[in-house]
């Protein structure tokens, strides 16, 4: 990781250069290309997946190749109401099969978009029709499930944003897409989708950082204004851990859900791969100054995200004392004292104890064919495989996960949202809903959640090349069980 960050470093003191020469511009708003779904008896909206060209780096740098949605990166922005129907017609102009997955949000299983799991890829020139309601208000997003280290790891991804039928009062309301690309020195897209070292160790780590597709130097705030972040991390592998430089964001949603809102501990945004963070954060500087955002997550190897520049003017003196408190969504709440407990195991990767320790030679012959990493001792090989877990349509069940790898895991389950209940045995003290919980290396993690999705739904890691490697598994909620 060390030698890779080096270069982003570099990049970035290239960046510096260039702010001094004329080229510099400040960009002062980055919004995705918006787009409103059509009603019940319109055309769907029209999602392309195709190759493109996206200005990735700033001026004078040309553009990079990249694959894409609609030729934008992001790809466009879905912004809906809470209990709006959402149709998209996916288009597949990839020389490859692909799919759309609806992250965090809840679809009926055939809209999940798993390759040979709920649909057949979109072959090459195919389309294939997504369309389920937007039963959760919140911060989501839309990515292939089909190869999808390499997929998602050339620019195909964008925002879905389900707006709350009552929003809390803020002054912009803003999406950041942040991702991570691993460059070569001539600003194309490195190739190597897939090694053996990535697999092994924390995944495919960049050495670019973007914001909704660009390398902001500086975004124009006002003073006084409260704007409500909407973080997403898009990246295959790194993970984000930011440092707002004095102002003090306050976490209103993880994964689209609302949790009491709370100040972050160490004042430091964390985001896994795939997750979202919605922030409310008032802008409490003064006019004409600035600050920076950096991104402190890998210790050593600290980058200047990007600066937050207030203009002249002053839009209010105090602090508004407005809520911001989201309303619930429906999601339906365990029952702890009727739940099922289920033990998950992790293993594998480099320094795991797997390597160290002996008696675990089922694990070490799966390594031998290229398998990285186990889910209670099996890897996956592809999108089918028999359940890890059956679970009655309709049942609570608490999932004790443990950890046993030295590296974090963003571990996402599909067609539910889950309760985070506790860390290394200490209660979350948020009311922490989530899709996708990071585990920390050698941490254990009780999620707990009421199985009322029927399917065949992924449970897998969200480093891709984890997931790629393996960590993979299916949790059936089987509808023919359901107990009433
Ligand atoms: Cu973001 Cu299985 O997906
Ligand atoms: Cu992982």
Request: proline share 7%; hydrophobic share 40%; with cysteine.
């Amino acid at each position: 990781i060390k030698a890779e960050v080096m270069t982003l470093n570099r990049l970035i003191s290239r960046r510096h250069v260039l702010r001094t020469g004329a080229a510099f511009t400040a960009i002062s708003t980055l919004s995705p290309a918006r787009v409103a779904m059509a009603g019940p008896t319109e055309d769907p909206f029209l999602l392309r997946a195709a190759a493109g060209q996206a200005a990735l780096r700033p001026a004078p740098y040309g553009p990079t190749d990249v694959w894409s949605y609609n030729g934008s990166l992001p790809g466009p922005e879905i912004r809906v109401r809470q209990g709006d129907r959402i149709r998209v017609l996916a288009r597949n102009g990839l020389n490859e099969g692909t799919t759309v997955h609806w992250h965090g949000i809840r679809t009926p299983n055939a809209m999940d978009g798993v390759p040979f799991l709920t649909q057949d890829p979109i072959p090459v020139g195919g389309e294939f029709l997504y369309e389920f309601d937007a039963l959760d208000a919140g911060t989501f997003w839309y990515h292939p499930h089909q190869r999808s280290s390499e997929q998602v790891g050339r620019g195909l991804y964008g925002p879905l944003i389900v707006e709350e039928a009552n929003p809390i009062r803020v002054d912009r309301d803003l999406t950041w897409m942040l991702d991570d690309w691993r460059m070569t020195g001539d600003g194309q897209i490195a190739t190597d989708f897939g090694t053996r070292h990535d697999a092994m160790h924390g995944g495919r780590i960049g050495n670019s950082v973007t914001t909704n597709g660009q390398i902001p130097d500086r975004i124009a705030v006002r003073s006084g204004e409260r704007i409500r972040l909407r973080l997403v991390n898009a990246a295959n592998a790194r993970i984000f851990g930011l440092d707002f430089g004095g102002l003090a964001p306050v976490v209103v949603a993880l994964d689209g859900q609302p949790v009491s809102p709370h100040v972050p501990d160490d004042d430091i945004v964390v985001v896994g791969p795939a997750m979202r963070v919605d922030l409310v954060i008032d802008m409490t500087g003064k006019p004409g100054e600035s600050l920076t955002i950096t991104d402190v997550f890998y210790r050593d190897l600290e980058y200047r995200l990007v600066d937050l520049a207030y203009g002249p003017d002053r839009l209010r003196d105090a602090v508004p004392d407005w809520s911001m408190e989201l309303p619930p969504n429906p999601l339906a709440e365990p029952d702890m004292q009727a739940a099922t407990r289920h033990q998950i195991i992790f293993n594998g990767g480099m320094m795991g104890q797997m390597m160290m320790g002996g008696g675990m030679g089922s694990m070490m012959e799966q390594m031998r064919e290229g398998n990285m990493w186990f889910i209670n001792g099996k890897a996956a090989t592809g999108h089918m495989m028999d359940p890890l877990l059956v679970l009655p349509q309709g049942t609570s069940h608490v999932l004790q996960m443990d950890n046993r790898t030295a590296w974090h895991h963003p571990m996402h389950l599909h067609g539910h949202s889950f309760r985070v209940i506790t860390r290394n045995g200490q209660p979350t003290r948020h009311r922490e809903w989530q899709d996708t919980v990071l585990m920390a290396p050698e941490e254990r993690v009780e999620i707990a959640f009421v199985a009322d999705n029927p399917g065949d739904w992924m449970f897998h890691c969200h480093i891709l090349e984890h997931q790629a490697a393996g960590m993979m598994g299916i949790i059936r909620v089987d509808p023919g069980t359901t107990k009433t």
